[in-house]
């Protein structure tokens, strides 16, 4: 049994499932559906349930309360028209871990969006675990020396990361432990593999994971359909819509490399001090890092893009 499925209130259980205006709570061995209060409605321009939420219900059915959170995973809108302005798009809420899962090959990885989840994840003060799966596409190949030297890299800034493949077997025993407790949030593009992995985890898995019906476009968040599952080993899944962009929310510019482990013990250090923006002033401190080969060149040229766009 996963103890955050079970937190032992009367009246309170988790949101594990969201369909458009119906949520399903779990409380213990037992689930069931509910709507928002009318109070809740009118309180809120948008939803104010997301999926992992910890709420409380009436005997109508109806959420009526919902529970501070530890943490929530956002990701900024895409702006439909112009004149409209991007909103915080919340995707979970109270999770242990981010799992951001990039393939190998085909597709091939996009670090950049990599470091958009982590940083995404960082602000919100949420543990990521990197997973390369797909590795027996490029076994043998110059593309996995790469690989694996990107994966050093990332290992240098204190993240987790797995080399996997569900065909060979490989990091598999790996990922299962560190799924074995807590709420997963499971973050990458379609065609990645992450049904395959899961379904190799844990034999079906994935498939019920995949039964979920959800439907995504480039730049738009519209999934009808966000479910957790549960693992018998422990832990609990969440698989978010494949998507092509992440725009990050409520990440200011002037904190951005703080949300970069190796660069956050140097903020506030440089010759201007937080006043640095660490990209063409003389005497800073990370730039100097990148220079005495402490902080990855990559990594630095990401910083610089994300802060460009913000």
């Not at 948008?46 to 009436?58: F, H, K, Q």
């Not at 990370?286 to 630095?300: F, H």
Request: one cysteine or more; glycine letters at 10%.
């Amino acid at each position: 049994m996963n103890p955050f499925l079970n937190p032992g209130g009367p009246d309170t259980g988790v949101v594990v499932k969201k369909i458009t205006n119906a949520y399903t709570i779990r409380a213990g061995e037992k689930t069931f559906d509910c709507v928002l209060s009318t109070r809740l409605k009118r309180e809120s321009d948008s939803d104010p349930v997301a999926v992992g939420d910890l709420v409380r219900w009436n005997e109508a059915g109806q959420i009526v309360d919902v529970q501070p959170r530890r943490n929530q995973l956002s990701r900024r809108s895409a702006v439909p028209m112009p004149g409209a302005h991007a909103h915080e798009q919340v995707i979970a809420a109270n999770l242990d871990r981010v799992v951001p899962v990039f393939s190998a090959a085909n597709p091939k990885p996009a670090w950049h969006l990599l470091d958009r989840y982590l940083v995404s994840a960082e602000s919100a003060d949420i543990p990521s675990l990197v997973v390369i799966t797909k590795m027996d596409l490029v076994e043998g190949r110059p593309e996995a020396d790469e690989i694996r030297a990107v994966a050093d890299e990332y290992r240098a800034c204190g993240y987790v990361v797995i080399l996997s493949s569900a065909e060979t077997g490989a990091g598999l025993d790996d990922l299962r432990a560190a799924l074995s407790g807590g709420l997963s949030a499971f973050v990458g593009k379609s065609g990645v593999g992450k049904t395959s992995l899961l379904n190799a985890i844990e034999p079906g898995l994935g498939l019920r994971v995949q039964a979920t019906n959800r439907a995504t476009g480039k730049g738009r968040h519209t999934t009808t359909h966000l479910e957790i599952f549960t693992m018998r080993a422990g832990g609990a899944v969440l698989d978010t819509p494949g998507i092509r962009e992440f725009g990050l929310w409520d990440v200011d510019q002037a904190d951005l490399a703080l949300f970069f482990p190796e660069m956050r013990p140097r903020v506030g250090r440089c010759k201007f001090g937080l006043g640095c923006r660490h990209d063409q002033e003389p005497g800073c401190e990370i730039r100097l890092a990148v220079g005495r080969g402490e902080i990855s060149p990559y990594r630095y040229q990401s910083y610089l893009k994300l802060k460009d766009e913000r």
